[in-house]
């Protein structure tokens, strides 16, 4: 790759944007070229500043993280994603996998292993931390979650996982279908759906199963 990296940083956390912005303009050969609060912006900055490199957060509202890297890898294909988050679950490790992330490091890590991954993935190749390494099998298929890493919810899809974090919130029905811009008979199917997937009965122990995986604040 010809000139600096340039590196665009998603988190909706500003202190953590600001925080790595600053570590990466230290680094020769890194450019950061902006920072966006959430997956929404980023694709609009992507198409804005053309980064060679996007850095995002998973957990974070509004529109979700797997849905902008997809997006993004369409609208600008040269683009490559790096996963950075605070949690390693493994319905996040197979989405990461299925939009074809080249990255995805937890925030444990050390900036010079977030510096490491940018300038791996820039050069073509992919960068996961040792935890999410240990999750995963590469074939001539490309990587996957293994089977021993596999849980129940790997098999929902995002939108059965959206509908299980807003139960987990306590939303209603009705207020899940407003958010989520669908009909509440929908809502219903999703739940029945949630329910056979995970062995679960009743509303409670599945708000319960979403924060004990980590797809929900306790």
């Known amino acids: 790759m010809n000139g600096n990296i340039r590196v665009l940083i998603v988190d909706d956390h500003a202190l953590v944007r600001g925080a790595l912005s600053e570590r990466l303009k230290r680094e020769p ?59 390693l679950h493994d319905w996040y490790v197979q989405q990461a996998l299925h939009v074809k992330a080249r990255g995805y490091l937890t925030k444990r890590e050390p900036p010079e292993k977030v510096i490491t991954a940018i300038r791996e993935v820039a050069s073509g190749g992919a960068y996961f931390s040792e935890e999410v390494r240990a999750r995963i099998v590469v074939d001539r298929d490309g990587a996957s979650l293994s089977e021993d890493a596999k849980s129940l919810v790997s098999t929902l899809t995002t939108r059965e996982v959206e509908v299980l974090r807003y139960i987990a919130r306590g939303l209603s029905k009705k207020e899940i279908a407003h958010i989520m811009h669908i009909s509440a008979k929908t809502v219903d199917k999703h739940s029945t759906n949630l329910m056979s997937k995970l062995r679960i009965h009743d509303r409670v122990e599945l708000a319960r199963y979403a924060i004990r995986e980590g797809l929900a604040e306790a």
């Not at 198409?47 to 993004?72: S, T």
């Open 29 to 87: 050969g890194l450019e950061v070229v902006g920072g966006a609060g959430d997956a929404g912006e980023a694709i609009r900055m992507t198409l804005d500043q053309n980064p060679d490199i996007v850095v995002m957060d998973i957990d974070m509202p509004g529109m979700i993280c797997f849905d902008a890297a997809r997006e993004i890898s369409s609208l600008r294909p040269e683009t490559r994603v790096i996963f950075l988050s605070a949690f």
